[in-house]
Each structure stands twice: as structure tokens, then as C-alpha cells.
């Protein structure tokens, strides 16, 4: 999987009304930016030329920089196992291009949250699980999207697996127990 930095995703007055969301929401948040990454599956090396080209095709939107903000990562990645039309898109556009090599390009957002340690009980403690759960619900939508902790965990998007035989679930006929039964035995 190669990864490619990208332009910010999110211009500064929406980053402001972000940060502004989540100090609203009490979580000690002082700072905060937002950039694309580009995910790109290939079936081999590309030549340099091809490289080349990848990543022309990849530079795009505003050429503003992002501020520089350290602290905690939060990767917002389409959910596993869907294609985004996004990544059809830009996936096609390259094969055009002549980047036969290119399996899927898939488009993430890395925030980089920088925390208020004065707010902290201790300076190293980043997050406790509830508020990590305000910050990464304000950050993505729960339907279409994941959150991940670094940019690496994102290659679970492009695992491969074999259909598996089509199911059903008697919803008509055992009601909301049927549908517990398939969340524990599908295991969502």
C-alpha cells in the first residue's frame, strides 16, 4: 500500500467551526488540523514515470499548507469492506492514465489533535475512552465511515475475501432476537 500526502482537507474557517464543536462538546482540545492521504493499492512497483503521474493526478484542491499541529492522530477512512465513489472514480481516472498497476486509490482524512494539557489530570493522558468516543463522533460519520489510529490500519480496506454464501434472518418470525442472534454470530 503507498501512501501519499495530500492537500488539507478542510479549509480554516471549517477547521475553526470543528474546534470550536468539540470544545463545546468539553473535551480539552486546543488545536487541530486536517489533511488528505491517498491510499493506493498496486498489483507491482511502479516506474518512476508512473509515480510521476500518480502523483500529479493526486495533487489537487487548495495549495494553501496546513498547520502544523502534533498530538493525537485520528484517521477517517471509508468502512471496510465498501468502495467509496470516490475511490471508483479516482481508481478509473488513473487507469486511464495508463497506470494499469493501480488496483484502487482510496482518499482518507488524517486530523492531528493537539490537547489542552492544563485540562488533562496528566500531562501524557491524551483522552479517556469516552471522550475519545465524543471526539471520533464529531469527526465522521458512523454510517459510511471508520476511525482508525494511524494511517497503517487503513490496509484492512483493501483486504480481499472470498464471498461468502448469502444468509437471512427471521426477522418476521423471531423479531428483534433474530436480529441480536445475527449481530453475534456475523460478529458485528
Known sequence: MLILRGSPALSP??????LQDLTAAALPVRALSAEFVHLVETTGDLTPAQR???????TYGPSRTGAAVTGLTQVVAPRPG?????????????????LDAVQRIERVIVYH???????LAKPLM????????????RLHDR???VVFDQVEACAVLFRHEAPRPMTSV?????????????????GL
Open 52 to 58: 510521476t503521474v500518480l502523483e500529479q493526478l493526486l
Open 170 to 186: 427471521p426477522v418476521l418470525a423471531s423479531g428483534r432476537a433474530a436480529l441480536t442472534a445475527a449481530n453475534v454470530s456475523l
Open 82 to 98: 465498501t468502495l467509496s465513489p470516490w475511490s471508483s472514480k479516482a481508481t478509473d481516472i488513473a487507469r486511464i492514465c495508463g
Open 126 to 137: 491524551l483522552l479517556s475512552a469516552p471522550q475519545l468516543s465524543v471526539l471520533r463522533a
Open 143 to 145: 454510517m459510511t465511515q
Open 113 to 119: 489533535v493537539a490537547m489542552d494539557n492544563a485540562a
Open 13 to 18: 474557517f471549517r477547521l475553526a467551526k470543528l
